[in-house]
């Protein structure tokens, strides 16, 4: 403790107490100025080559115009050239999902769930299998990726999977009682007042058509008679090939080629409705597990119209009409499986949201954007 004595009883002057007020003041506000702007939001200012930031963690301008790229290729090419502000707001979307994903991988990387090389190499040598060496780097060039970044792709999506197979999955356990409840309130649901039937295919175009997303060049024996193609395909049915890999390969139909040529559940009247009478004909005699003989396709009423494509159906499986009962296997695996997916779901939104609120993310394109948007 200082000690006292009389010099600290002194009363200071006025004016010398004014002038040092006035320092003090001048002082506070050279501090406070710049204080008071950073709590606006001033940030460091990155690198140019930098666009965000997920825990201190830099996503580079270049990835990211290789994802957008890559997105582009998959959703094809619009009717028109988009305007800058819908590439804008298309990178935006595609730097969002990246964020998100390295939210994903750091909480992997720290709960040590990140996939192995041995992991990644097994997924590629899955995916190869069902080409020749020649047609998946055709795959990859079509894409636009290296073999390194469809391996950092896999790793990814292994990683993430394995997350949420320990964080989420893991965690659901649906009840019988559950599948109880559903069945009671959706019972009427599983009055199938028509035969359905579970169908996939093969599908070559007659007319030119950009390769799917993922395919290679779709061209078996490249062969420019779509006939002679899908006849090629029918053989190797017959031969003992498996029909998922084949459509997977080689079906030009972007939309089931992906799952194996898998079309899901139609009804009989769909079948009435938007196939053609030798189509209809065909699948209707089908047994599960059979397929059928090479068909046309038709993209509109089949009378004076040429075919837009050959097609090679396959039924998977056929319900009678009638009332399912909860003691049908079926059911109760479908129920089941509607409800992990829909409990699946909505964790794994809130897991997500929840990590977001624990990451320290800056989006420097969204700034950038804001920035010239209010000049």
């Not at 140019?48 to 094809?76: C, F, H, W």
């Not at 020649?134 to 292994?158: A, G, M, P, Y």
């Not at 078996?220 to 998922?244: A, M």
């Not at 079948?271 to 005699?285: N, R, V």
Request: proline share 6%; net charge negative.
């Amino acid at each position: 403790m200082s000690p006292i004595g009389d010099k600290s009883l002194q009363v200071e002057p006025l004016s010398s107490a004014h002038a040092r007020l006035a320092g003090f003041l001048l002082l506070g506000s050279a501090i406070l100025v710049p204080l008071t702007g950073c709590m606006a939001g001033c940030h460091q200012a990155p690198q140019p080559d930098v666009v965000a930031t997920v825990n201190g963690k830099d996503i580079q301008r270049s990835e990211l115009d290789r994802q957008y790229q890559i997105v582009k290729m998959r959703q094809g090419q619009p009717p028109q050239d988009p305007s800058p502000e819908q590439v804008d707001l298309a990178r935006l979307r595609v730097l969002g999902e990246m964020i998100d994903e390295e939210i994903m991988q750091q909480r992997a990387a720290h709960l040590n769930v990140v996939a192995s090389d041995e992991d990644v190499q097994a997924k590629i040598t899955e995916m190869k299998s069902p080409y020749t060496q020649e047609e998946f780097d055709q795959q990859l060039k079509q894409s636009n990726q290296s073999l390194d970044d469809l391996k950092r792709e896999v790793r990814r999506s292994l990683t993430e999977n394995k997350l949420t197979n320990k964080e989420i999955e893991s965690k659901i356990n649906i009840t019988d009682a559950e599948i109880k409840d559903f069945y009671a309130a959706h019972k009427s649901d599983f009055n199938y007042v028509e035969p359905r039937y579970y169908l996939a295919r093969i599908m070559v175009s007659a007319v030119p058509l950009k390769p799917a997303p993922n395919q290679p060049n779709n061209k078996p024996v490249g062969d420019p008679d779509p006939k002679k193609r899908i006849q090629f395909l029918h053989q190797k049915l017959e031969g003992g090939d498996d029909f998922g890999a084949l459509a997977s390969t080689y079906s030009e139909d972007a939309n089931t080629a992906s799952s194996g040529g898998e079309m899901g559940m139609v009804t009989e009247s769909q079948l009435h409705e938007f196939a053609s009478p030798d189509i209809y004909d065909a699948i209707t005699k089908l047994k599960p597990g059979q397929f059928s003989e090479v068909l046309p396709v038709y993209g509109g009423p089949v009378a004076n119209r040429n075919p837009i494509g050959y097609a090679i159906y396959k039924l998977n499986g056929k319900e009678a009409a009638g009332q399912r009962t909860l003691d049908n296997p079926r059911i109760q695996a479908f129920i089941r499986q509607s409800l992990r997916d829909t409990h699946a779901a909505l964790l794994k939104a809130a897991y997500l949201e929840k990590l977001r609120d624990d990451a320290k993310v800056h989006n420097y394109l969204a700034d950038q954007i804001l920035n010239e948007g209010v000049k």
